[in-house]
């Protein structure tokens, strides 16, 4: 347990705060118990603080907290002794406990009680010193007495602020984010815009990242962007003019944009709350409590809160299991606070990411641990073919909220918060398991082994006969365990599982059996990937071959066509060939017979063209003499007219 709460420790600026009215809350729980007060001034304004919201919920019906005045006081960070103490209002004489004999014993309207008669005397300077030190601090000087107290229960009056102080989770900034959150898809978004945008940081590691991440998330649609009219003012110009309508142009894009992604927004928000009023149904066997308690609307608002704060994990069915014990306890905002907490410190987020790794996880160690404290159940329900997955998913995804009435879930979160997840879940389920070896070894038939692991596996803690202590814790408790006459031994559960011993180092080998084991699977999955490509490659191939053989058999079908229908014409040819021959032959004989007479008309017909040459070469040379004495003459001509010309030039000089 100091492993774990060691591990755990870790301050920021969020947490200091929250502690510090932790430690004030205690005071007040305490003031309240040990001075026995009846009834305090107007308890039920809406202004009395979270502090009215967390008593309320610890304490017995009908007993208040404090006055307006005295609950801001508790808003300023401290507790004023005075103003509180003289408002209280002493009893003059113990109330009794109210039974209604009409109805069964065991149930919340049957009996109507306080936690510390329930419980027993509470040992206030123990708890006030795990709040005042730290749990990590008592851990290292007693810690028998820490595991002792843990496992005897964790008081109810004082158990919300036990649970916070164990995991640390409370935290201021986280609480204005969750406050932020509830707005997204309400009216109200747009109004509490400004006031949430700033400030938003959360110290612890994990969640500091998750805490970031979420609040852009919440607020990325309302920053503003660069292009915006915070980036100065130039003077007038050409330049100026131009940039001013891209940077109109771009706003408009920019609010277009945003608006479509409300509407988107709005409508998967929409989706997410009609899923979260859907599974808000009476899955458990306090459910009914949870609805006269009032705890609806927190128990949505939770749900709704971590969705959007979540988005990898979003809303998984289980998630309102998870959350009702814890809101049985504490204000929702501190309620959220403490999820988250769960969520990123104790592992819980693994369970319901995808994949489910940690479940997987869960799942093998749970297989792992039975088969080595109970490897004659083990062997036996393997061979049955009966696996932790048919029967403790739900025990793991729920705390066992699912089948385990509330007096029971409130002792497992007691350990959880306390040792951490792994190591409690898996003790629990154990010790659960080894209650029922012998009913399990006689069972023979798989679908009788799992419906008993699933249903009548808790049975064996109902207590046959009740004390009256049992009976008062489980009427406080409005737990029924699915009747109203069943009232559940809780300390004989949590002693049991208490008594189990899971080491560190078992865990840790459970670990890296399962990792290596994920390791093998996967590389066996990555080797039959690549078996499947290479069959798909090899299978394609082949298609494609036999689509070759395909369209080859095409071809030889059409080749084979073709050479009978060329064979046909060939022999067609042959036929005209042969006929062709034969009027070769006959065209021969006509050409001989012919040649002679051809030859002579060829010889008569050269001659006449001979002669009719020489006829025009003897007209030609006759044209020639002709035009060389007209040549001459012209020349003659020209010579007298040239003269006559000299001469008529002369007489008109003269």
């Not at 006269?292 to 809303?315: H, P, R, S, T, W």
């Not at 403790?392 to 699912?402: D, E, G, I, P, R």
């Not at 879930?409 to 918060?417: C, E, F, G, K, Q």
Request: glycine letters at 6%.
């Amino acid at each position: 347990m100091l492993r774990a709460l060691e591990d755990g420790q870790d301050s920021h600026s969020g947490a200091k705060s929250g502690t510090k009215s932790l430690r004030d809350r205690f005071k007040l729980l305490r003031l309240r118990e040990e001075a026995g007060i009846a009834s305090l001034e107007d308890p039920g304004k809406a202004d009395g603080g979270t502090t009215t919201g967390l008593v309320g919920r610890s304490v017995s019906l009908g007993v208040g907290i404090g006055s307006p005045q005295s609950m801001s006081d508790e808003k300023e960070g401290g507790v004023s002794a005075s103003p509180v103490s003289s408002q209280l209002q002493y009893p003059t004489a113990p109330s009794p406990t109210i039974v209604d004999s009409k109805l069964l014993p065991g149930t919340v309207s049957g009996v109507s009680t306080s936690a510390q008669d329930a419980a027993g005397p509470i040992d206030w300077d123990f708890w006030q010193a795990v709040v005042n030190e730290g749990p990590q601090a008592v851990a290292r000087t007693s810690p028998e007495e820490l595991s002792h107290a843990i496992s005897c229960g964790i008081p109810q009056t004082i158990r919300g602020v036990i649970w916070q102080v164990l995991a640390n989770s409370k935290n201021e900034d986280l609480e204005a984010i969750y406050q932020a959150l509830l707005l997204r898809g309400t009216d109200k978004e747009c109004v509490a815009r400004p006031a949430t945008t700033n400030g938003m940081t959360n110290g612890h590691v994990k969640e500091k990242e998750s805490i970031t991440s979420s609040a852009s998330s919440v607020h990325s649609d309302h920053s503003t962007p660069a292009t915006s009219f915070n980036a100065g003012v130039a003077s007038p110009g050409p330049s100026n003019e131009m940039d001013a309508a891209g940077t109109a142009k771009l706003q408009a894009k920019m609010s277009a944009e945003r608006q479509a992604k409300a509407k988107e927004d709005s409508a998967a928000i929409a989706k997410l709350e009609k899923m979260i009023k859907r599974d808000m149904g009476s899955r458990t066997s306090y459910s009914k409590y949870a609805v006269a308690a009032g705890f609806q609307d927190g128990l949505f608002n939770i749900c709704k809160a971590y969705a959007l704060f979540d988005e990898a994990v979003g809303y998984p069915q289980g998630m309102n299991f998870i959350v009702m014990p814890i809101l049985f306890t504490m204000p929702e905002e501190e309620a959220f606070c403490l999820l988250v907490r769960l969520m990123n410190k104790y592992g819980l987020r693994e369970l319901f990411t995808q994949d489910m790794p940690g479940l997987h996880l869960h799942l093998y160690q749970f297989e792992r641990l039975l088969e080595d404290l109970e490897p004659a159940l083990y062997c036996h329900l393997n061979r049955k073919g009966v696996s932790p997955k048919l029967y403790a998913t739900q025990w793991f995804l729920t705390l066992f909220a699912y089948r385990f009435p509330l007096q029971l879930v409130m002792r497992v979160y007691d350990l959880v918060l306390s040792e951490g997840l792994e190591g409690a879940i898996l003790k629990f389920g154990m010790a659960v398991v080894q209650r029922n070896v012998a009913t399990l070894l006689g069972m023979n038939d798989m679908l009788a082994l799992t419906n008993f692991l699933k249903e009548k596996l808790f049975d064996v803690f109902i207590d046959q006969t009740p004390s009256s202590k049992s009976i008062l814790e489980s009427g406080f408790f409005g737990s029924s365990g699915g009747s109203d006459s069943e009232i559940y031994r809780a300390d004989l559960l949590v002693q049991d599982a208490c008594v189990i011993k899971v080491t560190p180092e078992m865990l840790n080998k459970y670990r890296t059996e399962w990792e290596e084991k994920v390791k093998i699977e996967k590389e066996r999955e990555a080797e039959i990937e690549n078996y499947r490509t290479t069959v798909a490659s090899q299978v394609a191939k082949i298609r494609s071959l036999e689509e070759r053989v395909e369209k080859s058999d095409a071809e030889h079908v059409q080749i084979a066509t073709n050479l009978v229908r060329l064979k046909v014409e060939n022999q067609e040819l042959q036929d005209g060939n042969e006929s062709l021959r034969g009027q070769v032959q006959e065209l021969r004989k006509v050409v001989e017979s012919e040649a002679a007479n051809v030859e002579k008309r060829l010889k008569a017909e050269m001659d006449r063209v001979m002669q009719r040459n020489i006829e025009v070469q003897n007209e030609n040379r006759h044209m020639e003499e002709s035009l060389a004495e007209m040549e001459k003459n012209l020349v003659e001509t020209k010579m007298k007219y040239a003269e006559v010309s000299i001469v008529a030039f002369r007489l008109q000089e003269w």
